[in-house]
T-cell receptor, first 115, second 114 residues
Framework: DQQVKQNSPSLSVQEGRISILNCDYT??????FLWYKKYPAEGPTFLIS?????DKNEDGRFTVFLNKSAKHLSLHIVPSQPGDSAVYFC??????????????FGTGTRLTVIP | DTEVTQTPKHLVMGMTNKKSLKCEQH?????MYWYKQKAKKPPELMFV???????INESVPSRFSPECPNSSLLNLHLHALQPEDSALYLC?????????????FGPGTRLTVL
């Protein structure tokens, strides 16, 4: 049973506009959330994270929003650039509570930024 | 150096073969992970080594045998695999294996079992 879901397999956005990638989770014990980016033939690369005590974390063009009541998080990329074209994975863990660093991944969303 | 390397990049093996996947990092990380990713599915955790000791085994069949000879190296020994074991095998490492440690991934080994 998939505990982390990304319901949009793909997203296309014009360069300079905002990209919004969404992620839903079912396990209310998750307390740490991450976004990874993956280019073809490379491993996933860490992008940004957020703990459950926050509802927003920002790093340059990337902002992650967490809505615990809706069990939903989103990644905003502003402005989007062609180099952002990649597959984006949402991941979650219960690590802050258990101490373990097991990550549960979503199925990924392929973002295409059109020049 | 924030690189995790994996060899080989591709591996084709028969069901009776024995082969090994290798993962290496030189970031001083003390936790290393094996994930399996099948097509159009998310990566799924298989094993975690923390300070060279196996700390998590996610009910993986015994035909997969992990080994951590030292803090920089992680191997996955394969024996008597099935065609359904064909997948991308990803290795990752993190500083201590604690919550909040960023996991750094290698590019993966694409395994095909005939």
């Amino acid at each position: 049973d998939q505990q982390v879901k990304q319901n949009s397999p793909s997203l296309s956005v014009q360069e300079g506009r905002i990209s919004i990638l969404n992620c839903d989770y079912t396990n209310s014990m998750f307390d740490y959330f991450l976004w990874y980016k993956k280019y073809p033939a490379e491993g996933p690369t860490f992008l940004i994270s957020i703990s459950s005590i926050k509802d927003k974390n920002e790093d340059g063009r990337f902002t992650v929003f967490l809505n615990k009541s809706a069990k939903h998080l989103s990644l905003h990329i502003v402005p989007s650039q062609p180099g952002d074209s990649a597959v984006y994975f949402c991941a979650a863990s219960e690590g802050l509570r258990t101490g373990a660093n097991n990550l549960f991944f979503g199925t990924g969303t392929r973002l295409t930024v059109i020049p | 150096d924030t690189e995790v390397t994996q060899t080989p990049k591709h591996l084709v093996m028969g069901m009776t073969n024995k082969k090994s996947l290798k993962c290496e990092q030189h970031m001083g990380h003390r936790a290393m992970y094996w994930y399996k990713q099948k097509a159009k599915k998310p990566p799924e955790l298989m094993f975690v080594y923390s300070y060279e000791k196996l700390s998590i085994n996610e009910s993986v069949p015994s035909r997969f045998s992990p080994e951590c000879p030292n803090s920089s190296l992680l191997n996955l020994h394969l024996h008597a695999l099935q065609p359904e074991d064909s997948a991308l095998y990803l290795c990752a490492s993190s500083l201590r294996g604690l919550a909040g440690d960023t996991q750094y991934f290698g590019p993966g080994t694409r395994l095909t079992v005939l």
